[in-house]
């Protein structure tokens, strides 16, 4: 829970009993459900991407039978959404927080209780050549992809950054508050000497082998405890024919309300940066 005394970027009462994004800042972690049915994309045909937030369950627990009651509406323009396999993470978008049940059709002037926001960038990897094998992608290295996370009011929390180093097969993340300051780094466990991605096997239920990414010390580079964002199974259906993702949010436990509201822009930014071109 966020230490006495720190402020939770949500405003408003809501009935007890009632999740809320404010209550779910209170928790453990969060798990995030795709929303929107991919599976008719192709190319052009890139849909906005709606999410749904739920209470944080290990391994995914059973989400096929929770109700939701906060959602998130991507509002991106098509001409952006259609360079999305090509450039991932390249479009202009922003993700609108909203108490209540999930509505498609919802205006976008509908009131968000937080906000996730970026300006077009370069992908964090381009499309260079297309091959029998599928296509062949070349790491970016400058103008990468970002999030920055706003309350209602439209403050600043907080920004996720995509980082470009020696090792540019593996993807990695910088979060920082309000002021700039480094408060996590968000990366997976590798293997190679750095140079490649550490696969978790013997994962739960259909999803054997999972790339856990895990919220680390700035500093040290260390996990913070079992915090980390994770692709789980979302159900056979979802993972075979929608292409739905499902991602469990494990806050640190010392994690203030602004920084589990940041971590839920960065599990948005891997999700749009390096799973999107996958699906």
């Known amino acids: 829970y966020p230490p006495p005394g ?11 009993g009632q999740v809320t994004m404010d209550r779910l800042l209170q928790s ?14 192709c190319f052009c045909c890139q849909p906005n991407i709606h999410w749904t937030l739920h209470p944080y369950a290990k391994d995914g627990g059973d989400m096929a039978n929770q109700d939701a009651e906060v959602w998130v509406q991507e509002d991106a323009s098509y001409c952006g959404r259609c360079w999305s396999c090509s450039a991932p993470g390249a479009r ?12 498609k059709n919802a205006p976008t002037s509908l009131r968000s209780v937080m906000t996730h926001e970026k300006g077009s960038t370069c992908g964090q990897n381009v499309i260079v ?17 970002y999030l920055r996370t706003r309350d209602g009011s439209g403050k600043l929390l907080g920004k996720t950054k995509y980082l470009c180093d020696m090792c540019p097969f593996v993807p990695k993340f910088k979060v920082e508050d309000a002021n700039g300051q480094d408060v996590y780094y968000i990366r997976p ?18 999803k054997c082998c999972t790339v856990p990414f895990l919220i680390r010390d700035p500093r040290t580079l260390s996990q913070i405890e079992d915090a980390e964002i994770t692709d789980l199974w979302a159900g056979f259906t979802n993972e075979c024919c929608t292409k739905r993702n499902l991602y469990g949010i494990k806050f640190p436990s010392a994690a203030s309300a602004e920084q589990r509201a940041t971590l839920v822009g960065a599990a948005l930014l891997i999700d749009v940066a390096i799973f999107e071109q996958q699906s």
């Open 6 to 16: 720190t402020s939770v970027p949500m405003q408003g009462m809501a009935p007890p």
């Open 28 to 41: 453990e972690g969060i798990m995030m459900k795709q929303l929107t049915n991919e599976c008719c994309r």
């Open 92 to 103: 202009a978008t922003t993700y609108r927080t909203i108490d209540g049940a999930p509505d």
């Open 129 to 145: 050549m297309i091959t029998d094998n599928g296509p062949l992608r070349c790491p970016c290295c400058c103008y990468l992809p």
């Open 189 to 206: 466990d590798v293997c190679c000497l750095g140079a490649c991605v550490k696969i978790k096997c013997g994962g739960p239920k259909g």
